[in-house]
């Protein structure tokens, strides 16, 4: 249990630079508009975030206990994290090229129409919401923690 709370530490530690990368910007572009009540809406929405990221690990640590896979937790986290090694420093032509044969689909293009609606949307439902789909958008850092979830051993720990 401590090893897993070490681990998602430092792993948040880690990539938060590339979180203020990415997801930065959708924070700066809902919250610099209006600074009235920011607090208690930037709060909101993270707690959507983290509800979205909390379900995820939960179901992804439950699919590995159906799949028996914490016995296995170890060659899971050094297969991960070799293939995110190895992702990580693939020439960008070759990551453009992989990103290119990914299927594109509907349920994508819903969710940025949701995240769209939102993002113009005022109060505590609308702020939550964008943190919840928020959650849902594709991230390698989030894949990552999910296969860790998964060799959690227990929901509760995924979670």
Not at 72 to 92: D, H
Request: include cysteine; charged fraction near 10%.
């Amino acid at each position: 249990m401590i090893s897993l709370l070490i681990t998602s530490f430092v792993l948040g530690l880690a990539v938060s630079l590339h979180c203020a990368g990415m997801c930065g910007p959708l924070v700066c572009a809902k919250f610099a508009i209006k600074p009235q009540a920011r607090v208690r809406s930037f709060t909101l929405m993270q707690l959507g975030r983290l509800t979205t990221y909390g379900l995820l690990g939960c179901l992804a640590a439950s699919m590995g206990e159906i799949m028996s896979l914490g016995s296995q937790q170890a060659r899971i986290s050094i297969v991960v994290g070799v293939l995110i090694l190895i992702f990580y420093f693939l020439p960008r032509k070759m990551k453009r090229a992989l990103q290119q044969r990914l299927p594109k689909n509907s349920l994508a293009r819903k969710l940025r129409r949701a995240v769209g609606v939102l993002m113009k949307s005022e109060g505590g439902f609308a702020n939550y919401g964008l943190g919840l789909l928020n959650g849902l958008l594709p991230c390698g850092v989030v894949y990552a923690a999910l296969a860790a979830s998964a060799g959690a051993g227990t929901t509760s720990l995924g979670g």
